[in-house]
């Protein structure tokens, strides 16, 4: 059991969620951590720079972890998955995510309140993007899609032991556009929370050297041979239905499209502003097409093996933080 790292030494009830992230020099995981007493989750900081101090606190764990992101994801999902079995929904953010406590308290509720397979937050207006379905559309609690992003995917437990083997294929990119394919059943299955955005502070593809793409090798390289792996194909991002700030669920892609014009307010906001308008205008017609829907697929044969010790290693060993029992697999 998890025990707090609280003043007068008690235990407390163990947190039901678990935020993890690869972290660097320049991460944002103080926000996560102020001081809040409605925190509902308990942060797990990997760090691959090993000059980064240790960092401690009430329900922190902490480790050195060299290696790219999804590779070092891999190595942690590995040894520490009885650890990871302890909580509901497990989020893996970006460590240039900036969001508050009570946010990111907030979208795990809300994870838990509809029982999403996977999820994320919004993105505010003035967020980096890649995907303009993904930019908050104040209007609703959430919308129902077809499609997370790697940024800040929440996965409920099962189903991120699950999907765990794309980690451990080799790519850093396009694994996103794999996993809903593996587990979907109905359409409200994934979602985007509108009600708890969060902003991405840098520039997509930033830290593109740290994850092995140098030498001529392009994030479309990894996305390409990943969907051909699956044998599925590029899917268009699209919302399914959604659900108002008041509980009302909408229909309707005429409803939905309608409710997306005011994107047309974000395109400002950042540079290239001709790069976002064009991924705005992509989601306008995405939307006038229709839901894209799921298509189901499986691990080709082999490719779901996750021998135990395979992985990265943690560079050196992890460190407890205090009043906490470090994760161990």
Same mark, same amino acid.
């Given at each position: 059991?998890?025990?707090?790292?609280?003043?007068?030494?008690?235990?407390?009830?163990?947190?039901?969620?678990?935020?993890?992230? !690869?972290?660097?020099?320049?991460?944002?995981?103080?926000?996560?951590?102020?001081?809040?007493?409605?925190?509902n989750?308990? $942060?797990?900081? *990997? *760090?691959?720079?090993?000059?980064?101090?240790?960092?401690?606190?009430?329900? $922190?764990?902490?480790?050195?972890?060299?290696?790219?992101? $999804? @590779?070092?994801?891999?190595?942690?999902?590995?040894?520490? @998955?009885?650890?990871?079995?302890?909580?509901?929904?497990?989020?893996?953010?970006?460590?240039?995510?900036?969001?508050?406590? *009570?946010?990111?308290?907030?979208?795990?509720? !809300?994870?838990?309140?509809?029982?999403?397979?996977?999820?994320?937050? @919004?993105?505010?207006w003035d967020s980096h993007f890649t995907y303009a379905c993904l930019l908050q559309q104040k209007r609703y609690a959430l919308r129902y899609l077809n499609f997370v992003e790697m940024m800040c995917p929440v996965f409920r437990h099962d189903i991120l032991e699950r999907i765990a083997p794309l980690y451990a294929l080799g790519y850093e990119s396009g694994i996103d556009l794999v996993w809903c394919n593996l587990v979907a059943e109905g359409p409200g299955d994934f979602a985007v929370i509108d009600e708890f955005p969060v902003r991405h502070t840098e520039p997509v593809g930033g830290n593109k050297v740290a994850n092995g793409f140098v030498d001529g !090798?392009?994030?479309?390289?990894?996305?390409?041979?990943?969907?051909?792996?699956?044998?599925?194909?590029?899917?268009?991002?699209?919302?399914?239905?959604?659900?108002?700030?008041s509980g009302r669920e909408i229909n309707g892609r005429m409803s939905l499209l309608l409710s997306a014009l005011v994107l047309l307010a974000a395109m400002p906001l950042r540079r290239p502003v001709a790069g976002r308008f064009r991924a705005i205008l992509v989601h306008w017609r995405h939307l006038w097409l229709g839901a894209a829907g799921n298509v189901h697929t499986e691990f080709p044969a082999g490719n779901a093996d996750r021998s135990p010790g395979y992985g990265v290693l943690p560079s050196c060993k992890p460190r407890e933080s205090a009043g906490q029992s470090m994760p161990m697999a």
């Open positions: 059991m998890t025990r707090n790292g609280t003043e007068d030494g008690l235990e407390q009830r163990p947190r039901k969620y678990l935020l993890v992230a !690869r972290i660097g020099p320049k991460s944002l995981h103080a926000q996560w951590l102020a001081a809040s007493a409605d925190r989750y308990d $942060v797990f900081l *990997s *760090s691959y720079d090993t000059s980064l101090p240790a960092i401690a606190g009430d329900g $922190v764990y902490f480790e050195y972890r060299s290696g790219s992101k $999804v @590779a070092g994801y891999d190595g942690l999902l590995r040894e520490h @998955a009885e650890f990871l079995g302890r909580y509901k929904y497990i989020c893996f953010f970006d460590d240039d995510i900036s969001a508050t406590p *009570s946010s990111i308290s907030g979208i795990f509720s !809300r994870c838990d309140q509809y029982n999403l397979k996977i999820a994320q937050p @919004a993105l505010t !090798r392009l994030y479309e390289d990894d996305i390409h041979a990943i969907l051909a792996l699956f044998r599925l194909p590029w899917l268009r991002a699209t919302p399914i239905s959604a659900v108002s700030r």
